[in-house]
T-cell receptor, first 112, second 113 residues
Framework: DAEITQSPRHKITETGRQVTLACHQT?????MFWYRQDLGHGLRLIHY???????NKGEVSDGYSVSRSNTEDLPLTLESAASSQTSVYFC???????????FGQGTRLTVV | DQQVKQNSPSLSVQEGRISILNCDYT??????FLWYKKYPAEGPTFLIS?????DKNEDGRFTVFLNKSAKHLSLHIVPSQPGDSAVYFC????????????FGGGTRLMVKP
């Protein structure tokens, strides 16, 4: 079955370190997204991509970057992790025309 | 400034009764609305949606109502079941952007047996 997977599921890192969260989908969806979930804020968009080599900034993109070298993967990189980036991160994907997005199971990141 | 708001962070309902979750929005360009359900340690899953050309959409026990003049939508669950206990997110999409979804803060629903 097609799916979207995130790794790792849990990560603890130190302030200032570079961290990369992986997202892989097997639906061949063009659109991929990264959100963070924080209490009281719901899901906020970090970065998104409409296809290979396309990346765009979302609402809370500062301190994050993404790259899209193929259709299946959209890794999220925290260049220099900060305590404010402690959160649960969700990757999502969808077809170009379908508004419904499918989410991964999430990565809980703790920056100490 | 939150464009999509869920003013009730939590809601407790007895099994078998109706659950009503509310969502307000401010952006008049939103033309498509969705509800997602999220269990602990899982990603959100799509539940039901409604286009701005409609005022009601029903799928089994779940019905979404849209009041465009009030910029308000609600999700009704009848009858509520303990398995419905989860966090529910309202989301909206504007008609002038790249189909980006804006989410509300979520409402935690607890259905008591």
């Amino acid at each position: 079955d097609a799916e979207i997977t995130q790794s790792p599921r849990h990560k603890i890192t130190e302030t200032g370190r570079q961290v990369t969260l992986a997202c892989h989908q097997t639906w061949n969806h063009n659109n991929m997204f990264w959100y963070r979930q924080d209490l009281g804020h719901g899901l906020r968009l970090i970065h998104y991509s409409y296809g290979v080599h396309d990346t765009n900034k979302g609402e809370v993109s500062d301190g994050y970057s993404v790259s899209r070298s193929n259709t299946e993967d959209l890794p999220l990189t925290l260049e220099s992790a900060a305590s404010s980036q402690t959160s649960v991160y969700f990757c999502a994907s969808r077809t170009s025309k379908n508004t419904e997005a499918f989410f991964g199971q999430g990565t809980r990141l703790t920056v100490v | 400034d939150q464009q999509v708001k869920q003013n009730s962070p939590s809601l407790s309902v007895q099994e078998g009764r109706i659950s009503i979750l509310n969502c307000d929005y401010t952006n008049s360009m939103f033309d498509y609305f969705l509800w997602y359900k999220k269990y602990p340690a899982e990603g959100p899953t799509f539940l039901i949606s409604i286009s701005s050309i409609k005022d009601k959409n029903e799928d089994g026990r779940f019905t979404v109502f849209l009041n465009k003049s009030a910029k308000h939508l609600s999700l009704h669950i009848v009858p509520s079941q303990p398995g419905d206990s989860a966090v529910y997110f309202c989301a909206a999409r504007p008609n002038n952007a790249g189909n980006m979804l804006t989410f509300g803060g979520g409402t935690r629903l607890m259905v008591k047996p």
